[in-house]
């Protein structure tokens, strides 16, 4: 079973800044299109943001030039930088990883992400 472990999630005024992080095992992170996708309440989950091995990236338009991902290979790490957060980014942020060799996502357990007006 592929472990990714969430962290980073909290409690941040709107304007404000979080820093989410995932840890992948680091043969996975070596081939794996990683992303992450946040769940507000009562609703489905929704794409985030991706970024593929060799760095290309990709963002939703809700959160196009707030949001940063990024692979952090030396600690085995996906990071989303989250900047100007607005209370509709409120949610459980998840970290998921794409093998393209079994043709499986993988998914990590959440972390609770809440923006206050």
């Known amino acids: 079973q592929v472990l990714l472990v969430e962290s980073g999630g909290g409690f941040v005024q709107a304007g404000g800044s979080l820093r989410l992080s995932c840890v992948v095992p680091?043969?996975?992170?070596?081939?794996?299109?990683m992303a992450w996708y946040s769940q507000a309440p009562g609703k489905q989950r929704e794409f985030v943001a991706s970024?593929?091995?060799?760095?290309?990236?990709k963002y939703s338009d809700s959160v196009k030039g707030r949001f940063t991902i990024s692979r952090v290979s030396a600690k085995n790490e996906v990071w989303l930088q989250m900047d100007g957060l607005k209370p509709e980014d409120t949610g459980v942020y998840y970290c998921?990883?794409?093998?393209?060799?079994?043709?499986?996502?993988?998914w990590g357990q959440g972390t609770q992400v809440t923006v206050s007006p």
């Open positions: 970024i593929m091995v060799h760095g290309t990236t």
């Open positions: 998921s990883a794409f093998n393209p060799i079994k043709n499986e996502n993988y």
């Open positions: 680091e043969i996975l992170l070596r081939f794996a299109t």
